[in-house]
């Protein structure tokens, strides 16, 4: 199963975490896998290489984790577009979820 961890400060997102393997299918053909992960790649690179902010990424290939923390010190018109793109990705895997129960879940810590 895949865990997606939304990480809140009162009610402001300040990073998210992703780890495990969703079990959907075999390696290669996981639909799931691929969907959570084609949507963490855009939000990546959303946040770092469109709005330039230096969000950091970390990944760990053999825990199967990826974990994004936003930066501190943001202007309030940054820090409202990426609470709009982390907020758009929570509603997203949340739909998945629901499609998806047995192998995907979406906790706000």
């Known amino acids: 199963m895949t865990t997606v961890s ?3 400060e009162e009610s402001r997102i300040t990073a998210f975490e992703v780890k ?4 959907y299918a075999a390696e ?8 959570v992960t ?7 690179c959303t946040l ?12 760990n ?5 990826i974990s ?3 930066p501190g010190g943001l202007s309030a018109s940054a820090d409202n577009t990426c609470q709009t793109v982390l907020t758009g990705l929570m509603v997203y895997l949340t739909e998945l979820h629901e ?3 047995d192998n995907i879940t979406v906790l706000e810590v």
């Open 6 to 8: 939304f990480h809140l």
């Open 20 to 23: 495990g393997h969703s079990g």
């Open 28 to 35: 290669g053909g996981d639909i799931v896998c691929a969907a």
């Open 38 to 44: 084609s949507a963490v790649r855009l939000v990546e």
């Open 48 to 59: 770092n290489d469109v709005l330039g902010l230096g969000a950091a990424v970390k990944v």
């Open 61 to 65: 290939e053999r825990s199967a984790k």
């Open 68 to 70: 994004v923390y936003l």
């Open 99 to 101: 499609e998806y129960p």
